[in-house]
């Protein structure tokens, strides 16, 4: 079966941390930039962080979050520290095949999305 299945969210105090794990099944991940975004209650989804043959970040996330995959697990994963109440969203991890030499790691569309996992940070 072909999917992506986000974990790891939680309930964290300001200030700490969290590991979000991307798993996929049915494809090789390598072959795909893999981008995580969030979607806060009323608010509209954003972008958070995307890899391929490098990592990009939103500015609100830069320096506090860190994007990373491992090919032997098939997962990529979003380490965030620093967490700030302003980070509580539904994360969701998306994936895209690419065989283009751009070297953005956005995409207009993505192939496979997982479901989302909660990140809950408290003040």
């Known amino acids: 079966q072909v999917q992506l299945v986000a974990s790891g969210g939680g309930l964290v105090q300001f200030g700490g941390s969290l590991r979000l794990s991307c798993a996929a099944s049915?494809?090789?991940?390598?072959?795909?930039?893999v981008a995580w975004f969030r979607q806060a209650p009323g608010k509209e989804r954003e972008r958070v962080s995307c890899?391929?043959?490098?990592?990009d970040y939103a500015k609100s996330v830069k320096g506090r979050f860190a994007i990373s995959r491992d090919s032997a697990k098939n997962t990529a994963y979003l380490q965030m520290n620093n967490l700030k109440p302003e980070d509580t969203a539904v994360y969701y991890c998306?994936?895209?095949?690419?065989?283009?030499?751009?070297?953005?790691?956005?995409?207009?569309?993505?192939?496979?999305w997982g479901r989302g996992t909660q990140v809950t940070v408290s003040s």
């Open positions: 998306a994936a895209v095949f690419v065989n283009t030499p751009a070297k953005t790691c956005w995409f207009t569309s993505y192939d496979y």
């Open positions: 049915g494809f090789t991940l390598d072959y795909y930039a």
């Open positions: 890899i391929r043959h490098a990592a």
